[in-house]
């Protein structure tokens, strides 16, 4: 099955020639529904890979990660000028970093404005995060001049919430696609920047066409997202097929459908189902049991944690999630990667080997970094 995805690019052609706004939106949760409902298209920032970094270098340490060193130079360079105003939730400390030096001393054209998340699922948790929703509206309402009603707002939250069940649909039958590692996570990653009703479309057209499963060593790729996306073509070449993930760009925003006929509690209800994620401060013990059963579904042999560097959300917990993750008898390897380089060549090595170990050792947990 071949695939025709627009390009982002396309897409924002698109939204403009239609009289839409673009909000350029960095990692990771926020609310779609949210800004489809003031007729702002949400298209999504991750680094992007590839950028010359020197112009966000003059402001950032060497040793922030690179997909914020790449969005503030793509930034600088005027690869946002298109965006009529930028979302930055307050993911980690060098998102809120980069979220201050745009507001306070960059100051760019378009419109800075913050989303803070809370770091667990309690009551007062649902309750914080409608209110910041509620807070972001009137935000939307300033700079739009629109005012929806709830019946607008929940129109786009269903629409939202249609295109999240078939991405959890596609997630169930992926073996049943024909897609390889690579196309299938093109389509994924597509959720990032397509509006909900074309990723629907899309994803309907890929579960209509069914195939036999694809040979393969099966693996769970773990991290921020999988950039350079020549990782997953590596995979496959190896004979490795990505049976899972636990990737913030994807398997980490399978959202469940809210219940609450409040629009913002809905919608804040929506995004706190969300997996657990370092970003949010779940415990490890909650991720081991997450992955490990994610494991079993899978059946998938060991994890790669495919990491950017830097990324001390993720680098932090890897130690102790890895021990816990060994003593389950599940093995697993770190790649450590800058989106702003080309694959390396010894990613491909380590890869082959560990994929190797995986089928010549399968009670072997003792990979290391």
């Known amino acids: 099955m071949s695939l025709t995805i627009l390009t982002r690019k396309e897409v924002i052609k698109d939204i403009k020639d239609r009289g839409g706004s673009v909000a350029a939106v960095l990692p990771i949760h926020y609310p779609r529904a949210l800004l489809r409902t003031f007729d702002i298209y949400p298209i999504e920032v991750w680094g992007p890979p590839k950028v010359d970094v020197s112009l966000g270098g003059a402001h950032l340490q060497a040793y922030v990660c690179s997909i914020v060193h790449n969005a503030l130079s793509f930034l600088k360079k005027g690869g946002l000028d298109v965006a009529d105003l930028v979302l930055i939730p307050h993911t980690c400390d060098s998102l809120q970093g980069l979220a201050s030096i745009l507001m306070d001393l960059i100051q760019p054209k378009q419109t800075i404005i913050p989303l803070y998340l809370p770091r667990d699922k309690r009551e007062e948790d649902v309750v914080f995060l409608t209110e910041e929703l509620r807070s972001l509206a009137t935000r939307f309402s300033d700079q739009t001049g629109k005012h929806p009603s709830n019946e607008d707002f929940l129109a786009a939250i269903k629409r939202e919430e249609r295109s999240d069940l078939l991405l959890a649909k596609l997630y169930q039958t992926r073996q049943k696609t024909g897609l390889g590692n690579l196309d299938f996570y093109r389509l994924l990653r597509s959720r990032e920047y397509l509006p909900a009703e074309d990723f629907s479309k899309l994803a309907e057209e890929t579960l209509k066409t069914t195939s036999e499963p694809r040979p393969g060593i099966p693996v769970i790729i773990s991290g921020i ?86 990324c001390e959300p993720e680098l932090f917990d890897l130690p102790n999630l890895r021990a816990g993750l060994k003593e389950k008898g599940l093995a697993s390897i770190i790649i450590e990667v800058d989106i702003s380089n080309p694959l390396p060549r010894q990613v491909a090595t380590r890869i082959g080997a560990f994929l190797e170990m995986l089928t010549s050792h399968p009670k072997d947990t003792s990979c290391g970094a």
């Open 225 to 310: 997202l999988p950039e350079p996306m020549e990782v997953l073509s590596m995979i496959d070449e190896m004979n490795g097929q990505v049976v899972a993930d636990d990737l913030a760009c994807c398997g980490r925003r399978l959202y469940k459908p809210g219940t609450s006929t409040d629009p913002f509690r809905r919608m804040a209800e929506s995004i706190l189902t969300a997996p657990p994620d370092p970003t949010r401060g779940n415990s490890i013990a909650e991720r081991i049991e997450y992955l490990t059963e994610m494991a079993q579904n899978s059946g998938a042999k060991g994890i790669i944690f495919y990491e950017v560097k830097f």
